[in-house]
C-alpha cells in the first residue's frame, strides 16, 4: 500500500490550496480514506475523512475546519482531495494522507501547508 501526498506549499491567510493523495495497493472505492494533521507539541487530529457505504461516500469533518474544508474522491484515479478554502495561519502544519485496508493503518509522507503572509 502507498500514500503519495501532494499538493502543499505557501498560501496567504484567506487562500485556498487542495492536497492531492494518490493511492495504490487498495481497494479504493471501498476503502476509508481521510487527511489527518498533527500541529506542533499536540496529538494528532483528524482534519477529514470519507467513509464509504454501499456506494455513497460519508464525510466528516474535524471542528477547526468543518465549513471550509472539502473532501472529496476520484475512484477511476485512485485519488484523494481536500479542498482547503479560507485557510488561517493555524491551519500550518504537515497534512497526512490516512487510509485503514484491511484492518491495517497506513500513512502517507505527508505535504506541508504554511499560511503565511
Known amino acids: 500500500v502507498q500514500l503519495q501526498a501532494s499538493g502543499g506549499g505557501l498560501v496567504r491567510p484567506g487562500g485556498s490550496l487542495r492536497l492531492s493523495c494518490a493511492a495504490s495497493g487498495i481497494n479504493f472505492s471501498r476503502t476509508v480514506m481521510g487527511w489527518y494533521r498533527q500541529p506542533p507539541g499536540k496529538e494528532r487530529e483528524l482534519v477529514a475523512g470519507s467513509t464509504p457505504d454501499r456506494g455513497t461516500y460519508y464525510p466528516n469533518y474535524g471542528d477547526s475546519v468543518r465549513g471550509r474544508f472539502t473532501i472529496s474522491r476520484d475512484n477511476a484515479k485512485d485519488t484523494l482531495f481536500l479542498q482547503m478554502n479560507i485557510l488561517k495561519p493555524e491551519d500550518t502544519v504537515v497534512y497526512y494522507c490516512?487510509?485503514?485496508?484491511?484492518?491495517?493503518?497506513?500513512w502517507g509522507q505527508g505535504t506541508l501547508v504554511t499560511v503565511s503572509s
Open positions: 490516512y487510509t485503514k485496508y484491511l484492518s491495517i493503518e497506513y
